[in-house]
């Protein structure tokens, strides 16, 4: 006998309704349950809710940079990015997420995401300027300064953290003591403390550039050794004497000028603590009408980069080292292209990590100051012959056993007219010059 087919009735389907809609609860996408949701983000948002607001940041932007040509996921990651920094900066939450990420020991670490944040945010509205999630990011937001868009929320929550160090205190008055004029007050507090700087390590500079001198005062003696030992293992040990003879010290130039790296370090953080003000400042042509139509060439403020002011740095770092001549005319040789390959190395370096043009002006003017100091401590000292920095006549030490002149045996007539005596170093004048170096002799009690 057949058995009929069972078949649905009504009653049966409203019977089993309830357990139909629990399991479309429990199997319902995560984007059906979120319009937010998007499976490219999932790890970035587990990492936001765990509280790993860095890696979080970092998957968003794992995602922009994996996503190709895609432009609006590109646009998107870029401002989820903003957003979950935005969310942790903001004065209402900024408490609280402090106390989840570890408490008041991380809070450079929330600043520093909030840097990264500005700098994805400049990414999203000069790339994809046109983009919905650019629109989105000019929307006005409540900020600590009121209704500002999206970037400039993030600054003022910087700013406001950063305005507790006493450095920024002390740029923040230098130019409210000038007025806080766009065209002046901020390029001419970094020339003030370029002169403070310089100011400051002006002494230690002053033992280098001695050194330097004296170096050059007796590199044709060291000149004269390595021609006459040239292979030979003491020419080290020779020279070191030499050194020692003469009271020099090779290292003497290079230690004065390691002291004021710790300055150099603070004016670089100093001037990023104030780089959201530094955007209100104009130099000749940057912030000018023609900056606004070349943007990626000339900086529109100078909390931006800028190519010309850096070609005048690189230029005038070449000069800087420039006016440090060598003696030994092969040396000089061999110079040009090192100077050159330190320059090229720097531009690139700073073409590389864009710094601000603040940042750059600061090392411009430093480098002008520093060029007029070696112009008048070493470079015109060695002209002129002072110091003996030029090309000089030499009476060397007492030749050694194996340079060729013999006790006796030269040719020639000691120090006391006759033959076999003790012959000094003949060294051939580079140049007219009454200038001899000899060794330093002690004083006789």
Avoid at 221 to 233: C, E, F
């Amino acid at each position: 006998m057949l058995r009929s087919k069972p078949t649905l009735t009504f009653t049966t389907a409203l019977r089993f309704f309830p357990l139909f809609v629990v399991l479309m609860a429990v199997g319902m996408p995560a984007s059906a349950q979120n319009p937010q949701f998007d499976s490219r983000f999932a790890k970035a948002q587990r990492d936001a809710a765990s509280n790993e607001l860095d890696r979080a940041f970092d998957a968003y932007i794992s995602v922009k940079n994996h996503s190709g040509t895609n432009g609006p996921v590109q646009a998107d990651a870029l401002l989820r990015a903003a957003l979950m920094a935005w969310n942790a900066l903001h004065a209402d939450n900024y408490q609280v997420t402090l106390r989840q990420i570890g408490g008041t020991e991380k809070e450079d670490e929330l600043t520093g995401l909030g840097y990264k944040a500005d700098g994805v945010l400049n990414q999203l509205l000069s790339t994809y300027s046109d983009s919905p999630e650019a629109d989105q990011a000019r929307q006005h937001i409540y900020g600590a300064a009121g209704n500002v868009d999206l970037r400039r929320a993030i600054e003022n929550e910087i700013d406001l953290r950063n305005s507790r160090y006493i450095s920024y205190k002390l740029l923040n008055s230098v130019v409210s003591l000038t007025g806080s004029l766009p065209g002046f007050s901020y390029w001419f507090a970094l020339v003030l403390i370029a002169l403070a700087v310089k100011a400051i390590t002006f002494p230690f500079y002053l033992k280098s550039y001695a050194s330097q001198r004296e170096m050059r005062r007796i590199q044709p003696i060291i000149a004269d050794l390595q021609k006459r030992m040239k292979g030979s293992k003491d020419l080290n040990m020779k020279i070191m004497e030499t050194y020692k003879e003469h009271g020099v010290n090779p290292m003497a130039g290079c230690i004065p000028m390691l002291i004021p790296l710790p300055l150099t370090w603070w004016v670089y953080s100093v001037i990023r603590l104030y780089q959201f003000h530094f955007a209100n400042g104009t130099f000749l042509w940057i912030g000018s009408a023609l900056s606004h139509h070349m943007p990626n060439v000339l900086a529109t403020n100078l909390a931006t980069f800028d190519y010309p002011i850096l070609i005048l740095y690189a230029a005038s770092n070449y000069l800087m080292m420039s006016l440090n001549p060598m003696m030994d005319p092969q040396q000089q040789a061999q110079q040009k292209p090192m100077n050159v390959m330190m320059t090229a190395v720097l531009f690139y370096m700073f073409v590389m990590y864009r710094w601000s043009s603040a940042f750059i002006l600061y090392w411009l003017v430093l480098n002008a100051l520093t060029a007029v100091q070696q112009y008048f401590y070493v470079y015109r000292p060695g002209k002129s012959g002072s110091g003996g920095a030029g090309s000089m006549v030499i009476a060397g030490p007492k030749a050694p056993e194996d340079s060729g002149v013999r006790n006796g045996k030269s040719g020639g007539r000691g120090g006391n007219g006759k033959e076999g005596g003790n012959v000094p170093v003949a060294v051939r004048p580079i140049a007219n010059t009454e200038l001899r170096a000899r060794p330093r002799k002690k004083r006789q009690r």
